[in-house]
Nanobody
């Protein structure tokens, strides 16, 4: 059974950092494109970053997180991560990872990923 489980969310002050993890089971994460999304009451679900599969993976970032967030994969652990620095109150939301085999070669920040995790809450507040 294919499953994605996010962790690493929490409460952090503005300017702080968090690292989110997405553990994949039931499939080889490196054969899928992986995306990170954020859902907030006001904006709905927003694509933040994605990474393609394979050794020469490429990444995509939405403008609002460029230079602050970094997506990565640990193939040995079958895990993806989203390292977040300089967090802002607007980064508050539920963060989801998603996987799709058809995004192996080219990923995007659209919501049409096949598989989703349950989400982890990130709250940026002083």
């Amino acid at each position: 059974q294919l499953q994605l489980v996010e962790s690493g969310g929490g409460l952090v002050q503005p300017g702080g950092s968090l690292r989110l993890s997405c553990v994949a089971s039931g499939f080889n994460l490196d054969t899928y494109g992986i995306g990170w999304f954020r859902q907030t009451p006001g904006k709905g679900r927003e694509g933040l970053s994605c990474i393609t599969g394979g050794t020469y993976a490429t990444t995509v970032y939405t403008q609002s997180v460029k230079g602050r967030f970094t997506i990565s994969k640990d193939i040995a652990m079958n895990t993806a991560a989203l390292q977040m620095h300089n967090l802002k109150p607007d980064d508050t939301g539920v963060y989801y990872c998603a996987a799709d085999p058809y995004k192996y070669w080219a990923c995007n920040l659209d919501e049409d990923y096949d598989h989703w995790g349950q989400g982890t809450q990130v709250t940026v507040s002083s």
